[in-house]
């Protein structure tokens, strides 16, 4: 099975910064590769597949980048609804989907 | 609107059974697979099974494979998860989602969750 890895696991942030999230696989899954936001209490949303297309209706300040075993999701400006836990996914041998461990943003 | 609702979620005593349902609408249904997701408390998320849009193919996660099991019945737009032999480690949230329609298998749209606990 192939292994997600994220990192960090949380990070503090303010209103307006920008945030970096990693996310490495364990061996090359092209561009097979989706993003998630959950907020606390709520169902996943899903911001980005194919490592870089924006889902519809997401707003243009996420950002995906990557290839291979090494991914990133940026929030270029971050905003008070952002303060969430991300998720990436590979989809790129399956089954299983496999997920990473997640990255909670939280205030600081 | 597009959307997929989850619903029999309850509280089990380990090793009894239940019946977890999704029903979708606002979109042709047959044009996806449908997948169950859960997240036991605190934790991230965990894919647990896949059904094919014609309900050809399952497939499942090593965790609930031979315990749980996936079909669909598209007259009525719906999926269901049964779950036997169930244990404390089952206890979580529990999701469907929809994968994305094309080339790309990603989850597009989810459910509110349906919660499992197993207790005695």
């Known amino acids: 099975d192939i292994q997600m890895t994220q990192s960090p696991s949380s990070l503090s942030a303010s209103v307006g910064d920008r945030v970096t999230i990693t996310c490495r696989a364990s061996?090359?899954?092209?561009?097979?590769l989706a993003w998630y936001q959950q907020r606390p209490g709520k169902a996943p949303k899903l911001l980005l597949y194919?490592?870089?297309i924006l889902e519809s209706g997401v707003p243009s300040r996420f950002s995906g980048s990557g290839s291979g075993t090494d991914f990133t999701l940026t929030i270029s400006s971050l905003q008070p609804e952002d303060f969430a836990s991300y998720y990436c996914?590979?989809?790129?041998?399956?089954?299983?989907?496999?997920f990473g461990q997640g990255t909670t943003v939280e205030m600081k | 609107q597009v959307q997929v609702v989850e619903s029999g979620g309850g509280v089990v005593q380990p090793g009894g059974s239940l019946t977890l349902s999704c029903a979708a609408s606002?979109?042709?249904?047959?044009?996806?697979?449908i997948h169950w997701v859960r997240q036991a408390p605190g934790k991230g998320l965990e894919w647990v099974s896949y059904?094919?849009?014609?309900?050809?193919?399952?497939y499942y996660a090593d965790s609930v494979k031979g315990r749980f099991s996936i079909s669909r019945d598209n007259s009525k737009r719906t999926v269901y998860l049964q779950m036997n032999s169930l244990r404390d480690e089952d206890t979580a949230a529990y999701y469907c989602?929809?994968?994305?329609?094309?080339?790309?298998?990603?989850?597009?749209?989810w459910g509110q969750g349906t919660m499992v606990g197993v207790s005695s």
């Open positions: 989602a929809r994968t994305l329609y094309g080339a790309h298998d990603a989850f597009d749209v």
């Open positions: 606002g979109f042709t249904f047959t044009d996806h697979g």
């Open positions: 061996q090359g899954i092209s561009n097979s």
């Open positions: 194919a490592a870089s």
């Open positions: 059904i094919r849009q014609d309900g050809s193919t399952e």
């Open positions: 996914q590979q989809y790129y041998i399956t089954p299983p989907w496999t």
